[in-house]
């Protein structure tokens, strides 16, 4: 898309080696999309990764192999800017200032963090992972983003972003784009499948309801096949009282693009084990191909490294004006005139 379009921006962490069904369905699909008509920028986000521990030559590996999911689920080089998070220095120094516009109890109501850190015990959480919304901030404003696709776990963190940027630009001048989250509602928050009260998460507690695109198509079919649904037995959307199921049905809706009050006439009668083995089915058709395509680019380094070169260049140019000018209005003494 032409620069002056809207811009897009998004983000996903190398945190694991594959991403899951919830991060494609819930925001890689619209990164796709929103490739047609916003100016859009995508990174992988290696320095929130390191707010939890990282084993360096894992970070090394799953950074390269997110990229290269990216390519296989539909990003465009020629269409997006692709690039990773920490080959533009500017997300560090504008996440800095950042740091210095928030309140540490503004912070501090940040559910993301609460969860993350409650994972892993509270006292071993790191300062980074407790400010990372706030080099999310960053992350955003510097390319003055109109749009950021991601789940709904992440609307806070959008919340956030406007908050400060209305502070600074209310403080300083208009320095910063106000940006406004695009969230699929139907999609926003794809269920474990042994648990649909918690979302699908690359650092679940468990593998055994986590769809990863990466592994092996038996292995996942097997995971839909022996999903948690309830006692009864009709299959009908129902997020309160029957959010297994309704889970199940939005992922069949979503993958084969079929309405959800026709899928439920489509079942009616036939009970979970057809839904269940049909959606293995579908789940495997569409992740065969990806996995050659992923494949492919991880096959061919020279060229990922240079699509990852080419973005950073592109990103780094925008990001050093915003930094430029949020330095400026700061006040900071400008290094060479
Ligand atoms: P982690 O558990 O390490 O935070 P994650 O699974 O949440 O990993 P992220 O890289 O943090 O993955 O998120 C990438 C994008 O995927 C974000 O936009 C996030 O909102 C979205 N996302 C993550 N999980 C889901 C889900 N279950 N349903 C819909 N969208 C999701
Ligand atoms: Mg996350």
Redesign the pocket.
């Known amino acids: 898309m032409a620069s002056d379009s809207p811009r897009a921006l998004?983000?996903?962490?190398?945190?694991?080696g594959s991403?899951?069904?919830?991060?494609y369905?819930?925001?890689?699909r619209q990164y796709v999309a929103l490739q047609e008509t916003h100016d859009a920028f995508y990174m992988v986000?290696d320095l929130?990764?390191i707010t939890?521990p990282q084993d360096p030559v894992e970070l090394r590996a799953n950074t390269r192999l997110a990229a290269a999911q990216l390519l296989a689920a539909g990003l465009d080089p020629e269409r997006c800017t692709l690039f990773i998070q920490s080959h533009v220095p500017e997300h560090a120094q504008l996440g800095w200032v950042m740091n210095c516009m928030t309140g540490f109890g503004e912070a501090s109501r940040m559910t993301?963090f609460k969860d993350?850190s409650a994972k892993q015990g509270a006292d071993r959480a790191t300062v980074g992972l407790f400010t990372y919304p706030i080099l999310q901030v960053a992350d955003i404003l510097l390319y003055q983003a109109d749009a950021v696709?991601?789940?709904?776990?992440?609307r806070q963190h959008i919340e956030l972003t406007r908050d400060l940027a209305e502070r600074f630009n209310t403080r300083y001048g208009p320095t910063f784009t106000i940006p406004a989250p695009h969230i699929v509602r139907e999609?926003?928050?794809?269920?474990?499948l042994q648990d649909p009260s918690a979302?699908?998460?690359?650092?679940?507690a468990s593998p055994k309801g986590l769809v990863n695109l990466l592994d092996d198509p038996k292995v996942s079919a097997k995971k839909f096949r022996s999903a948690v649904t309830d006692t009864d037995t009709v299959i009908r959307y129902d997020e309160k009282e029957k959010p297994g199921v309704s889970n199940l049905l939005t992922i069949h809706s979503a993958l084969t693009g079929t309405g959800i009050p026709e899928l439920e006439e489509r079942y009616e009668g036939k009970g979970y084990g057809a839904l269940k083995t049909d959606l293995a089915d579908i789940f495997v058709e569409w992740v065969t191909p990806f996995h050659e395509r992923t494949r492919e680019y991880l096959g061919d380094p020279e060229t990922l490294d240079s699509v990852l070169a080419k973005g950073a260049e592109k990103a780094r140019a925008v990001a050093a004006e915003t930094l430029a000018a949020a330095y400026d209005r700061l006040g900071l003494v400008p290094a060479k005139h």
């Open positions: 998004s983000g996903i962490q190398p945190t694991a991403f899951h069904l919830g991060n369905l819930g925001a890689i986000v929130h990764a939890v993301q993350k696709p991601v789940g709904e776990d992440q999609v926003a928050k794809i269920y474990d979302k699908m998460s690359k650092s679940a």
